[in-house]
């Protein structure tokens, strides 16, 4: 039992409590404990059947931040592996197993599975450096880099502790967008590798409240503006350029 899960409801419990449900079904042998913060007042949960999983409840007096939320999770966490996951995600199968092998790559600092719609239509989760220009192509033509992407979208992300550890886990200067971006950011500043597993699925019912309230929308811009201007941006940019040129120009 090698993974710890945190697990954030921001007034989501019934919707965490599905996502809950699928994974005491599926009872994975790897995960060793669940860490379930309400950032909110919300109402108990109910009994759960946990096996061999310890659920860890937290309980906010006042609402934090996305990053705030994780990191005061992985205070908790003992386990070799920390995994952030949404409340609204679904899984129908056991991604962990097809995630852990990721890890047997030397550096590998992040692994994540296949974001799939209740639709069943892949998700672009796995993505180009957030810059302007990328932001306007990915409105206009949405790519999956799956094989070799720049960051990954945070709905799911298993992190090995010691890398997580190292860079000292979220920057709490976000709230709630963008902290992912930063984090896989300065996880490959720090010498550690991340991918998204092709054999790995979870279900992801998104809510894209940054398209209809005011409010998200401020998050999200400012969390994109805070990181165009921090020094992990350009130094992450400059090392991509570096990488995109020399490849362009290596002999075939």
Aim: one cysteine or more.
């Amino acid at each position: 039992m090698n993974i710890t899960l945190s697990v954030v409801s921001h007034g989501q419990r019934d919707i965490a409590l599905r996502m809950l449900q699928d994974i005491l079904r599926l009872m994975p042998p790897d995960v060793a404990e669940i860490i379930y913060t309400a950032n909110v007042p919300e109402q108990e949960l109910p009994p759960l059947a946990t096996g061999h999983i310890r659920l860890t409840m937290i309980r906010n007096e006042t609402p934090k931040g996305f990053g705030a939320n994780h990191n005061t999770a992985f205070s908790h966490c003992r386990t070799r592996y920390f995994a952030v996951l949404n409340p609204d995600l679904r899984f129908d199968r056991d991604p962990f197993p097809a995630l852990l092998r990721g890890f047997a790559v030397p550096e590998r600092g992040l692994m994540a599975p296949q974001i799939y719609s209740p639709e069943g239509r892949l998700e672009n989760t796995a993505r180009r450096l957030y810059t302007p220009r990328e932001l306007i192509r990915q409105k206009l033509q949405p790519a999956n880099h799956g094989s070799d992407p720049d960051w990954i979208a945070g709905m799911f992300l298993l992190f090995d502790a010691r890398a997580y550890r190292a860079i000292k886990g979220f920057d709490e200067g976000y709230f709630l967008y963008i902290e992912d971006v930063d984090i896989c950011s300065r996880l490959c500043l720090a010498g550690w590798t991340l991918a998204q597993a092709a054999d790995a699925r979870v279900v992801h019912d998104a809510r894209k409240q940054s398209h209809r309230s005011l409010r998200f929308t401020l998050w999200h811009i400012g969390g994109m503006l805070r990181y165009w201007t921090r020094a992990c941006f350009w130094r992450y940019g400059w090392r991509l350029w570096r990488r995109s040129r020399h490849s362009k120009t290596a002999p075939a």
